[in-house]
């Protein structure tokens, strides 16, 4: 078991300041603010399971039945959950075609992995810098370590920010960054295949309301 006097050799606050503020430093400087608050609101996400597309087309399909038999104009009144589908339904009350509805699903597909990619490369970017300031740490270490070399007592303290720099920025990037990155990449494309799955169902029940919306306004003339 790892206790806090076994860790005590390997914590120094002058090293963890250098590597872990110019880590942060950088990444806000090189990530646009929102994508920063999409990086870090995109952490409560990981614990949750990849979205299953399959409800949301089991629903689509009662939709459709509920169409068939009170027509489609009837939807506006359903309680859906998922942003995509409700704004799909949404259209084809209004009297979308299928056309309409597959470029919206297309447009709001699109964004949602621009949001998604723009998380991740913040997590990607902060793997890149962290190890470059761990070598900036380790160079004001050796720079501390040359300046006390008279004084056998300081260099142990340049010698490790020197040394535990160079680890706290592999660390960060190796253990935290990087593996979340890869992470929230692989949930982006998850989602998008799962999501790609709405459109056929959702262009069908909006082609369904077509042909209604045809002979009514035939009777209608």
Known sequence: MITPDALGPYLDPAAIFIVAGGTLAATLLRTPLRDVGRGIAALATLPRRTLDASPLIDQVAALGRIAKRHGVHTLDRSVI???DVAA??????DGATPADVTRLLDERRRARILRHTGAADMWAGMAEVAPAMGMVGTLIGLVKMFLAMQD??????GMAVALLATLYGALI???????????????ARAEAE????LVAPLAALAEYGQPRGSVVAVAAA
């Open 81 to 83: 959950a998922d942003p």
């Open 88 to 93: 799909a339904i949404a259209r084809i009350v």
């Open 152 to 157: 056998p007592a300081a260099i142990g303290a």
């Open 173 to 187: 990037a190796n253990l935290i960054a990087m593996p979340i990155a890869v992470r929230l990449r692989r949930r």
């Open 194 to 197: 799962e999501r790609s799955r």
